[in-house]
């Protein structure tokens, strides 16, 4: 059974950082593409950053870029997301995504999902 568990949430001031983690178990995904994906109350899934399989390339949201850095550990089967610089509108449910074939910002391509883990930004 595969499964993706983030963790690094919690409650940062404005212009804090945190960062999540992703491990993943049961697949490897060593030549797949993860991904960061976000979804505020009231508001649809938003794509945040995707990574691609061997770490070369990487996408940002233009909300983040400049602020948040996704990276990969794939001896750890583990994708990162650096938030620094947040904004009370950074506040979501941040969820990580794995398995797609390239380093895509639609949801739709990516198969395995975590449960997410909540980041509130207070002003």
């Known amino acids: 059974q595969v499964q993706l568990v983030e963790s690094g949430g919690g409650l940062v001031q404005a212009g804090g950082s945190l960062r999540l983690s992703c491990p993943a178990s049961?697949?490897?995904?060593?030549?797949?593409?993860m991904a960061w994906f976000r979804q505020a109350p009231g508001k649809e899934r938003e794509f945040v950053a995707a990574?691609?399989?061997?770490?070369?390339?990487?996408y940002y949201a233009g909300s983040v870029k400049g602020r948040f850095t996704i990276s990969r550990d794939s001896a750890k089967n583990t994708v990162y997301l650096q938030m620094n610089s947040l904004k009370p509108e950074d506040t979501a449910v941040y969820y990580c995504?794995?398995?797609?074939?390239?380093?895509?910002?639609?949801?739709?391509?990516?198969?395995?999902w975590g449960q997410g883990t909540q980041v509130i930004v207070s002003s």
């Open positions: 990574i691609s399989w061997s770490g070369d390339n990487r």
């Open positions: 049961g697949r490897t995904f060593s030549s797949d593409a």
């Open positions: 995504a794995a398995g797609a074939g390239g380093a895509y910002s639609n949801s739709a391509y990516y198969p395995y």
